[in-house]
């Protein structure tokens, strides 16, 4: 008796665990999969920008939560930290790797994965800097967006001199360890000696660093600065308007979210549009794409914008021919 109830157990337990099979099997097979999401900068500064690429996953057809999910990883300003955040996204491991923004993130990344397809969203030129073999013909695991908001400091520098047309020096903020600081200064340079004007640059890569920068300022009126792309910047543009704003400085941004927060100018492309660019590609990846077949998409929207605001606590009239030319004047 003993024998047949423990064998009747047996043949119920076994039954159990074949039903179990099957449904441990399809849940496998339905599992979500993940993305990757590597920034060199922090959350909090930005939400906008995280939903634009909610937005373009969207596009794609995929919703975190529901049939997507994504892995953050924030280095919050602090480089050193993205390579163990790489390999701990790899470990993970994740279908792919997202670095919108931060072109460091995504240096990083090709270094420590040669088969996890990787979308970045970067400043400078991703040929020129080693991202892809070429725009049309990414190669490899890596495509995405290139903003090329190095490349157009010659634009900056312009409409910085016709907005404040008494200014007598010129000076760019740059992040020294960046890998966007060449290009960006190689920029400066050549849109300066067309203009005919000299650019002096200060480097400063930490908030230590950037208050010392200003403080190497001349005390007297007449000057304006350019701040270089770079996350190490964006994470603390309150600190950089807060000064610009201390030292009655007018200041040229790559970015409208500068402007919005109190700065005075900005030239450059439209970010929120880039990411949302990015979330479609990481889209079409999921759904199979190789980013060896996605051409490298380039910016073609440029944003203008001004705070009059800001303009008036300097004491700054902006001439009228600007404010028309202006995509977006804050008042």
Request: glycine share 8%; proline share 5%; hydrophobic share 50%.
């Amino acid at each position: 008796m003993a024998n047949g109830v423990g064998r009747r157990k047996f043949i119920v337990g076994l039954g159990g665990a074949a039903l179990g099979w099957p449904l441990a099997a399809s849940a496998q097979q339905t599992a979500m999969p993940v993305i990757g999401f590597l920034h060199a900068g922090a959350a909090e500064q930005n939400v906008q920008r995280l939903a634009a690429y909610r937005k373009g996953l969207g596009e794609a057809g995929f919703v975190e939560g529901q049939n997507v999910a994504i892995e953050f990883r924030w280095a919050d300003g602090h480089n050193d930290r993205l390579p163990d955040m790489a390999a701990d996204l790899i470990r993970r491991p994740v279908a792919v790797i997202a670095t919108p923004g931060s072109t460091e993130a995504a240096l990083v990344a090709k270094a420590a994965t040669t088969s996890i397809p990787i979308v970045f969203l970067t400043a400078a030129d991703p040929v020129e800097i080693g991202l892809v073999a070429s725009l049309n013909r990414p190669g490899g695991n890596v495509t995405g967006v290139a903003s090329l908001n190095t490349e157009i400091a010659a634009k900056r520098l312009g409409l910085m001199r016709d907005i404040e047309p008494q200014a007598m020096r010129y000076f760019a903020l740059v992040n020294p360890t960046s890998s966007l600081a060449k290009p960006f200064t190689k920029d400066v340079a050549t849109g300066a000696a067309s203009l005919g004007i000299h650019v002096e640059i200060l480097n400063a890569s930490t908030a230590t660093e950037i208050d010392a920068a200003f403080a190497k300022l001349p005390q007297q009126p007449g000057n304006v600065l350019l701040v270089s792309t770079d996350a190490v910047f964006f994470i603390r543009r309150a600190q950089i308007i807060a000064l610009a704003a201390r030292h009655a400085l007018p200041v040229m941004f790559d970015n409208r979210e500068y402007v919005a927060a109190g700065g005075l100018v900005s030239y450059g492309t439209d970010i929120a549009d880039m990411y949302r660019q990015v979330g479609v590609y990481t889209g079409k990846i999921l759904k199979g794409e190789k980013p060896a077949d996605l051409p490298v998409m380039q910016s073609a929207k440029f944003e203008f914008v001004i705070n009059l605001k800001t303009a008036k606590a300097l004491g700054l009239t902006v001439p009228e021919n600007m404010l028309l030319l202006a995509d977006e004047v804050i008042e």
